[in-house]
């Protein structure tokens, strides 16, 4: 901040100004309203200038709600001081990073206002962010078209209803892989409430408005445990590849693992064999490359408890 005053001779004003004070006991009258007005305006255009270098490095380091807060902090300073092609910068960045983090709706968002806000302001920058909103609209018409080709045939599955003392046998086994998932805990506590169902629904319109797609893939996984529980695996095999391919276009190693184990289960639950090692070893292949040592641990305990029954 010392750096910046000097450069734009914020403390060479005021000095100036203590000089005249002390030489001519000049009384503060002699200053302006709109002097003063001015430089605290100017003063908290730096202030929200810092704050987006701090937004900045809170990004390089990964920490991407820190960059968001610091970022939205600049923006109500831009947005009190009608810089309006400024406000769109900073909308602009807060895209960038919700893109960076494959939450495309919601940059998509930030986009579109930061577009519109750089035409208001008559900015060369609109025609730049043009690309960004045509690439992240083409990304959402492909992961929501990749999940919404899984369909399960009941062909897939071996003929016969699901075993439910298999299932009671392994269920909580399957809870606790499930909850290593970020978010997990929160969704699950909906499956035990007497509209399941539509309360999980409802969460995952909500997830998908809001572009998070590692929660809709989260809440799918859940959904499909439900099914598991009411004796429908072809249901519950279509969820569970849903989210395993919206787990692999975000690069959710952990999420993509959780997928397979339970698809294995659920080959195991009605008896189709042949198709359940296949998922668990790549599961566990997953695992070891994303170094998540509980869900290892707990993938292990999944497939002991199913081997051993």
Partial sequence: MIQFFLVNGFFD??????????????????????????VLK?????????????????????????????LEKAMEIYDELEYIEKKALVMDIMGDIYSNTHQERTALEYYKEAFKLYSEADSDAKDDIIPKINETEISL????????????????????????????????????????????NTYMSYANNENAREELKNAYDMSSGIGDANAQATILMIMGNVSLKNSQPTEALTNFKKAQEIFKQNNNMV?????????????????????????FRKAMELLKKS?????EELAIKLMNTIYEE
């Fill in 255 to 279: 999420g993509e693992a959780v997928a397979m184990l339970l698809i294995g289960t659920t080959y195991y639950i009605t008896g189709n064999t042949d198709n359940v090692a296949i998922n």
């Fill in 141 to 184: 018409k492909s992961v929501e078209g990749s999940a919404k080709q899984f369909k399960v045939k009941k062909e897939d599955l071996l003929p016969g209803n699901i075993i439910t003392d298999d299932y009671n046998y392994i269920s909580k086994n399957i809870s606790d892989v499930i909850s290593i998932l970020d978010g997990a």
């Fill in 42 to 70: 100017e003063y908290k255009e730096g202030e929200a200038d810092i704050l987006i270098n701090i937004a900045t490095i809170y990004f390089e380091e990964e920490s991407t709600e820190e960059s968001l807060n610091y």
């Fill in 13 to 38: 004003r005021f000095a100036g100004m203590e000089e005249k004070t002390t030489e001519k006991s000049v009384k503060s009258e002699d200053y302006t309203l709109e002097e003063y007005l001015r």
């Fill in 291 to 295: 170094e998540d040592i509980l869900g």
